[in-house]
């Protein structure tokens, strides 16, 4: 059973900081892509950040310069370091991950399950 697990969200003032984390399960044998998109309420989910398995990064204009996404590829950890916060970017935040669980099987896109971002203003 893959799972991605979503750390370190909560409630912190316009211009604050969070740094959130997210663990892939050990059942899984590598991993591609790793991303985090997120969806505000009455809104779709939109990308935030990417970065492929070479660490190639890509961003939303919207969080360029405020965002940094990072990797753990041996310990399958993805990182997204948010720093300058604004209401804007409250939002459920999930971490997703293009993953194989074995050399024999296909490769399959996994989602978290999401955590919340509240910026107060």
């Known amino acids: 059973q893959v799972q991605l697990v979503e750390s370190g969200g909560g409630l912190v003032q316009a211009g604050g900081s969070l740094r959130l984390s997210c663990a892939a399960s050990a059942s899984i044998w590598s991993i591609n892509d790793m991303r985090w998109y997120r969806q505000a309420p009455g809104k779709q989910r939109e990308m935030v950040a990417t970065i492929t398995s070479t660490g190639r990064t890509n961003y939303a204009e919207s969080v360029k310069g405020r965002f940094t996404i990072s990797r753990d590829s041996a310990l399958k950890l993805v990182y997204l370091q948010m720093n300058n916060l604004k209401p804007d970017d409250t939002a459920v935040y999930y971490c997703?991950?293009?993953?194989?669980?074995?050399?024999?099987?296909?490769?399959?896109?996994?989602w978290g399950q999401g955590i919340q971002v509240t910026v107060s203003s």
């Open positions: 997703g991950a293009e993953a194989a669980q074995s050399r024999f099987s296909a490769w399959v896109d996994y």
